[in-house]
C-alpha cells in the first residue's frame, strides 16, 4: 500500500466500489464483477467509471442464492476476464482515491485478497470510507434492515435495479453518499 503525497487527504478523489461475488467469504467465493464510480471529493463529478465482469475459476464453490441475486448465468460471462486483468484495471483508476462502499468491510476484504493473489499494486490512499456506518448511528441504529435498498428508501434515492449489477450498485451507492455528504 502506497502512501500518497498528492495533496490534502480531504481533496483526494473517491472510489466508490461496488462488487458481485459468488457468496460472502473472499478467499473461498470469488469476485464475479467490479463496479467503480470514481468522484471529486468535493464537486462529487464523476471522473471514471469501471464495469468489468470476472471469470470465475471455481464456481463450483459458489453459494447458488449469491449467483440468483447477482444475476450470474455463464453465457453473460463469456466476455469476462481474469481477475489479474480486472484488478489492474481497477488499480489504473483508483490510483490516490480513497476506497468507498456501501458496506466497506466486504467489498475491502475481497478487494484487498484480490490485489494480494494476482500481485497487483494497492497505490490507494490506505482511508477507507463506508457508507453503511455513516448511517448507522442517526438512521440505521434501530432499524430490521441495513440493506442499501433501505437506505435509498429512507433518503429517497432510486434503488438498484435487480439483478443486481456491480456498477449499478456502485452508482446507486455513490448517489446515497452525494445525498449524505452534501446535506441535499
Known amino acids: ?29 470469488e469476485i464475479l464483477e467490479i463496479g467503480l464510480v470514481v468522484f471529486g471529493q468535493k464537486s462529487f463529478e464523476i471522473i471514471d467509471t469501471l464495469d468489468v465482469k470476472v471469470k ?41 482515491c480513497i476506497f468507498c462502499a456501501y458496506n466497506a468491510t466486504f467489498d475491502w476484504g475481497f478487494m484487498n485478497h484480490a490485489f494480494r493473489v494476482t500481485g497487483v499494486q494497492d497505490d490507494m490512499d490506505y482511508h477507507r470510507l463506508d457508507v453503511l456506518s455513516m448511517l448507522w448511528k442517526d438512521t440505521f441504529r434501530n432499524k430490521e434492515s441495513w440493506s442499501l435498498k433501505t437506505a435509498c428508501q429512507i433518503f429517497g434515492v432510486p434503488p438498484e435495479p435487480e439483478p443486481h449489477s456491480a456498477l449499478n450498485g456502485a452508482m446507486t451507492a455513490y448517489e446515497l453518499f452525494k445525498k449524505l455528504a452534501s446535506g441535499r
Open 1 to 29: 500500500m502506497a502512501l500518497s503525497n498528492l495533496g490534502k487527504l480531504n481533496e483526494r478523489r473517491i472510489a466508490m466500489t461496488d462488487l458481485e461475488t459468488s457468496g460472502d467469504v473472499f478467499g473461498v467465493n
Open 56 to 96: 470465475p475459476e471455481h464456481i463450483e464453490n459458489a453459494i447458488p442464492a449469491a449467483l440468483a441475486k447477482n444475476g450470474y448465468k455463464p453465457e453473460n460471462w463469456q466476455e469476462a476476464v481474469s481477475l489479474k486483468s480486472a484488478i489492474e484495471q481497477y488499480a489504473e483508476k483508483t490510483k490516490d
